[in-house]
């Protein structure tokens, strides 16, 4: 239990400095029907793939385009055109850093932002209540347990902090029509001070 606690703390933590991520593109649809969602779920996770795929292919074209552009540098440097030789490790440099830039691991916000737009608005049925995720990341309950914050992890989890203190942990299946729950009560505390 001590371990969710961290595990849960790291995650809200995460979630306060980096926030829920960018908001992705509405359809429009405002979808109410269970195979109008899942269709347009399956098609976003669908879009995902081929985004990523396409990401590490261009990732991958920057990667083997500087090396090439390095292996050019150091004919040049060695025929005595410096000039040359230093435009081309700048631009080496920029392929570089653009090769980094377009590693799908540089927009995994990009999934968070997906399953925001996907479950914002959606209610949903635990064993003892049932809570809508509304907007600006608030989300209501019903009986005692109240409301609060909620925030995608990911492209498949959402954390739900309640104001009463419980964290749940929800992962969502692949069609976004059910969902499992980890859940723990926040407790305890330290203080820290700066080591460094």
Not at 16 to 40: E, H, I, L, N
Not at 76 to 87: F, I, P, S, W, Y
Not at 175 to 190: D, I, K, S, Y
Request: charged share 25%; net charge positive; proline share 2%.
């Amino acid at each position: 239990m001590r371990h969710l606690r961290w595990s849960i703390a790291a995650i809200l933590i995460t979630l306060m400095v980096t926030g829920p991520g960018a908001r992705a593109a509405d359809d429009g649809g405002g979808f109410k029907s269970p195979a109008a969602v899942v269709a347009r779920n399956a098609h976003a996770r669908k879009v995902e793939v081929a985004e990523r795929e396409y990401r590490e292919k261009v990732a991958a074209a920057h990667a083997e385009y500087a090396a090439a552009l390095e292996q050019a540098q150091g004919v040049v440097t060695k025929a005595g055109n410096l000039d040359e030789a230093v435009r081309i490790r700048d631009a080496a440099a920029r392929v570089k850093a653009e090769a980094v830039a377009a590693r799908p691991a540089a927009v995994e916000g990009a999934g968070r932002g997906r399953l925001t737009a996907a479950v914002l608005g959606t209610t949903w049925q635990s064993p003892t209540f049932t809570f809508e995720l509304a907007a600006e990341n608030r989300f209501t309950a019903s009986g005692a347990n109240g409301g609060g914050r909620w925030f995608a992890v990911d492209d498949r989890r959402v954390i739900l902090v309640f104001d009463n203190g419980w964290v749940n942990l929800l992962t969502f299946d692949d069609g976004l029509a059910g969902c499992e729950a980890v859940e723990a009560r926040m407790g305890g505390g330290w203080k820290g001070k700066r080591a460094k």
